[in-house]
């Protein structure tokens, strides 16, 4: 292992995913991502995706030089086409116009297609919050969880995220509908470390600590029942709002193989103010919460690990950046 900065990781994380075959725009907002997932302490969307990403640029699986191209589809409506590349720039440019429209409409929705793994969206809902929004996104995934009571996975983990304004950071909810996002199993499998019981189950539906075997079968979803009515309602949203591929219709994030996965996000904005309520009256919440003994606002442990992390730089393992490998 070896300590780098945070800049430092910037450089040879940008310079794997040209070598692979990004464009420099194109690596520099990927590279952001994942430094700064790693940073946050979201270990399974950050740097352990460095190699599929590089692989997925070799095989062309992902573009790494595609501009997404937006399309105005009602005042407060977009859609934009991924073509194909990462979801970072597609996303990016999502947040752009949101910013753009939703403080004139009073709410503003944008859908997202053609796209693939969008990290931790935390830290989109984040840029949209600390602007003064309100921000709430979903996204679908390669299929990795049954329908309650059945085997054969047609949902995604398909996370949700959310992020309020608050002084001096906002309030960020972001969680997967699997009892643990699947990265946190891959990760697990880079380090050749098994999985608590009751994260997976194998192909037969048993429960598993294996995490390769976990990532052939499925994942368990959030309070059971519940959470695979929830993923069905984002597969809904993210997907059959968008006109993007369903998770069960998906290749992998995970591998080279196959097409494009080619899933969606929808991210929406709203002004604290859109409804009749206010930024203070957010905040008097918060405030309630933050003062609670025993409580902590969703968002304070990413943010201190940050900070932390741009002082002390993080420990990463020097192999990640041959080539990703």
């Not at 969008?118 to 984040?126: Q, R, S, T």
């Not at 929004?133 to 009571?149: H, I, Q, S």
């Not at 189950?201 to 429960?207: A, E, I, M, N, V």
Request: overall charge neutral; hydrophobic content about 45%; proline content about 7%.
């Amino acid at each position: 292992m070896i300590t780098l900065t945070l800049g430092e990781l910037m450089v040879r994380t940008e310079a794997v995913l040209i070598d692979s075959g990004a464009a420099p725009a194109v690596a520099h907002t990927v590279a952001r991502a994942l430094v700064t997932a790693e940073a946050d302490g979201h270990d399974g969307h950050g740097l352990v995706r460095l190699s599929s990403y590089a692989a997925q640029l070799r095989t062309g699986k992902i573009d790494g030089r595609a501009e997404p191209e937006l399309y105005v589809v009602r005042p407060g409506t977009c859609r934009i086409d991924g073509r194909n590349g990462f979801a970072y720039p597609a996303l990016d440019v999502a947040v752009e116009w949101l910013l753009a429209v939703a403080p004139v409409q009073g709410v503003a929705a944008a859908g997202v297609f053609h796209s693939g793994h969008c990290g931790a969206m935390g830290l989109i809902v984040e840029r949209l919050a600390r602007a003064g929004m309100v921000g709430l996104m979903v996204a679908n995934t390669p299929a990795a969880m049954a329908p309650w009571g059945a085997r054969r996975a047609l949902y995604g983990t398909n996370p949700i995220a959310c992020a309020l304004p608050f002084n001096p950071d906002p309030v960020v909810i972001d969680l997967s509908l699997s009892k643990v996002a699947r990265g946190q199993v891959l990760a697990a499998q880079r380090r050749e470390t098994s999985i608590p019981v009751g994260w997976a189950l194998d192909f037969d539906g048993k429960p598993t600590t294996d995490p390769t075997v976990a990532l052939a079968g499925t994942m368990v979803p959030l309070g059971d029942a519940k959470g695979a009515a929830l993923a069905l309602m984002v597969e809904a949203m993210a997907a059959g709002l968008t006109g993007a591929q369903y998770s069960a219709q998906a290749s992998s994030f995970i591998d080279a193989n196959g097409d494009p996965p080619a899933t969606g996000q929808m991210l929406i904005a709203i002004p604290p103010t859109a409804c009749g309520g206010s930024a203070d009256h957010l905040a008097s919440l918060f405030d309630e919460v933050a003062q609670s003994p025993g409580a902590r606002l969703p968002g304070i442990g990413r943010f201190a690990r940050r900070r932390q992390a741009e002082i002390d730089g993080l420990q990463i393992d020097p192999r990640w950046f041959n080539k990703g490998a």
